[in-house]
């Protein structure tokens, strides 16, 4: 019986769009089963992730460990990413541009809303704006492509302090305000973005660097240790209405969540 959805087209057909092959998307479900265990696995517990017979996926595992994308301890006889899963996963990694593979989803946010979208990565200094993608709302004042932001003020400011190490946040906040430590009102100010941050998902500014701007602004989260990028809706504050908001950061935030895992991060 064959396995593909489809029958093979005759020669000059076009091949159905839909068309693939159902046990490479079975062999699939396991290996991501074994992504999602976060550790070595039973065969019977792989099973169930996959929601398989384990008789089953223990044909799939065979096969996967042929090619070394499975290895099984002799030892405790569970299962876990093979060599050749490494190695893919180490190659995916260095060929990986982040900001290349966001910044190809920026338009389709700035079509969608019709405001401004900019992407932000950290600097040394601070947020730094890398793309700026115009929308179709006038803006009274535009950021330029290299541009360190402040952060405390700026909305992509407020997403790095809320989602990078206090450590590296302070060093680039001293260095914004010039001053060798920061004091008890700054410090309390930085934990009151960080917590609305968090608690919302997004980080809002009305006016904080351009009056007459309102901006929110999203991280975008990688797959290893690297820092997230953040991607900010940038909108004339002439025109939004309380009811717009949700409705954007929504949009900002599903946005986000797709691109975060297009490169690779767990949710």
Request: charged share 20%; aromatic share 4%.
């Amino acid at each position: 019986m064959s396995n593909e959805h489809s029958s093979e087209p005759e020669a000059g057909e076009a091949a159905p769009a839909r068309q693939g092959i159902q046990s490479v998307e079975l062999a699939m479900t396991v290996l991501l089963a074994l992504e999602e265990g976060r550790g070595p696995m039973s065969l019977t517990q792989i099973a169930a992730a996959a929601g398989m017979q384990p008789s089953k996926a223990h044909r799939y595992l065979v096969s996967l460990a042929r090619v070394g994308l499975v290895a099984q301890s002799p030892s405790s006889g569970r299962y876990d990413m093979g060599p050749a899963m490494r190695r893919l996963g180490v190659e995916s990694l260095r060929r990986m541009d982040e900001v290349a593979l966001v910044s190809e989803h920026l338009t389709g946010l700035r079509d969608r809303t019709t405001h401004a979208v900019n992407l932000a990565v950290w600097g040394d200094h601070g947020p730094v704006v890398v793309r700026w993608e115009y929308g179709a709302h006038a803006l009274p004042i535009t950021v330029r492509v290299g541009a360190t932001m402040p952060l405390l003020t700026s909305a992509m400011g407020g997403a790095f302090l809320a989602y990078l190490p206090e450590q590296i946040t302070e060093r680039a906040l001293c260095g914004q305000l010039q001053t060798e430590h920061l004091d008890a009102v700054t410090r309390e100010t930085v934990a009151r973005i960080r917590d609305e941050v968090r608690r919302e998902g997004v980080a809002t500014t009305a006016g904080g660097v351009i009056p007459g701007v309102t901006s929110l602004a999203a991280p975008v989260f990688t797959a290893g240790d690297s820092f997230p990028l953040v991607v900010t809706l940038v909108m004339p504050a002439r025109g939004i209405t309380e009811q717009d908001l949700p409705r954007l950061a929504a949009e900002l935030l599903n946005s986000t969540r797709a691109m975060s895992e297009m490169l690779g991060h767990s949710t």
